[in-house]
């Protein structure tokens, strides 16, 4: 559900501030993301958490949360946003480039309340299709994670399930129950 729509060229709307929540760009169309709220907030924080306790140190990888990714004509903003360490963007001073300019290796989004999940089903079959090697929906309501790969079918993950994305991340394996007792306080 887009709280603004406007079109304009990717040139165009890359010259925009940026807004809270994030502007994306697909297709000509400029959009608004839903305002996250508390669960969303929480989990978002603690997937990043998840892979950066384990990834960063090793340098395997990187979670971002809330990063703008641009490629493909596309501009779009993933709740989470992994790379492996290799591939993350650098200055020339070897700190990390502002400008990410192509796909995650996983993007991760996560449903708030009055959002469709069709809409982030679109967004994350796009993802797959463009580069991303894993794409997840993780959904607070159901404790459900929908899972996406290139040519591959939809999985539906439930608390029993783990996420194996070692093929992608060296050791990153996420329990779907650890995930979602994030939101018990």
């Known amino acids: 559900?887009?709280?603004?729509?406007?079109?304009?060229?990717?040139?165009?709307?890359?010259?925009?501030?940026?807004?809270?929540?994030?502007?994306?760009?697909?297709?000509?169309?400029?959009?608004?993301?839903?305002?996250?709220?508390?669960?969303?907030?929480?989990?978002?924080?603690?997937?990043?958490?998840?892979?950066?306790?384990?990834?960063?140190?090793?340098?395997?990888?990187?979670?971002?949360?809330?990063?703008?990714?641009?490629?493909?004509?596309?501009?779009?903003?993933?709740?989470?946003?992994?790379?492996?360490?290799?591939?993350?963007?650098?200055?020339?001073?070897?700190?990390?480039?502002?400008?990410?300019?192509e796909p995650p290796d996983i993007a991760i989004e996560i449903v708030s309340p009055g959002q469709r999940v069709s809409t982030l089903v679109e967004k994350c079959t796009w993802y797959v299709e463009h580069g991303v090697k894993a794409a997840l929906i993780v959904d607070p309501d159901h404790d459900t994670i929908q899972w996406f790969r290139p040519g591959q079918a939809t999985i539906t993950l439930r608390r029993e399930d783990s996420i194996d994305l070692s093929d992608i991340v060296p050791g990153l394996i996420l329990s779907v129950a650890d995930i979602f007792d994030e939101l018990l306080i």
């Open 1 to 101: 559900m887009a709280i603004k729509q406007r079109r304009m060229t990717l040139e165009e709307f890359l010259k925009l501030p940026e807004e809270k929540p994030s502007l994306e760009f697909e297709d000509g169309v400029v959009t608004q993301k839903v305002p996250p709220q508390a669960q969303h907030g929480v989990l978002q924080v603690s997937l990043c958490e998840m892979v950066n306790s384990v990834m960063r140190p090793r340098k395997i990888a990187l979670a971002i949360p809330e990063l703008r990714t641009t490629y493909d004509r596309y501009s779009r903003v993933p709740d989470v946003a992994v790379y492996t360490w290799r591939r993350i963007p650098r200055q020339p001073n070897g700190r990390i480039a502002n400008d990410f300019w």
